[in-house]
């Protein structure tokens, strides 16, 4: 099971820190991924806007770099999406996401490449 956790309310500008966990399996051997999607709509067509290798190689999308970064604690079992500068095109539920062939390095040309395990979503909002 991938919970995730850190969402809320901020102004543009702001920063939140997104945490994942799991529970039931190490995250050590997997590469794990951050999906955002607007609010009602399907995940599966969302953006994979972050990803983070076994080895620690890291994807972010263009829409992010430079603002977001992602890093993994193994030893906490956890995954981190540390956001700064939040524009107002970045609310939305934001999931962790893994799979046994998710693989970060094809996500810039196969959106969510591999991804077939979602966590339930964190809702973060951008707003004045």
């Known amino acids: 099971q991938l919970v995730e956790s850190g969402g809320g309310l901020v102004q543009p500008g702001g920063s939140l820190n997104l945490s994942c966990s799991a529970s039931?399996?190490?995250?050590?051997?997997?590469?794990i991924g951050w999906v955002r999607q607007a609010p009602g709509k399907v995940r599966e067509g969302g953006e994979g806007?972050?990803?983070?290798?076994?080895?620690?190689?890291?994807y972010l999308a263009d829409s992010v770099k430079g603002r977001f970064t992602i890093s993994r604690d193994n030893a906490k079992n956890m995954v981190y999406l540390q956001m700064n500068s939040l524009k107002p095109e970045d609310p939305g539920d934001y999931f962790c996401?893994?799979?046994?062939?998710?693989?970060?390095?094809?996500?810039?040309?196969?959106?969510?490449?591999?991804?077939?395990?979602w966590g339930k979503g964190t809702l973060v909002t951008v707003s004045s």
């Open positions: 039931g399996f190490t995250l050590d051997f997997y590469g």
């Open positions: 806007v972050s990803c983070i290798s076994i080895n620690g190689d890291t």
């Open positions: 996401v893994t799979g046994t062939l998710l693989t970060c390095r094809l996500w810039r040309d196969f959106n969510l490449y591999g991804v077939n395990y």
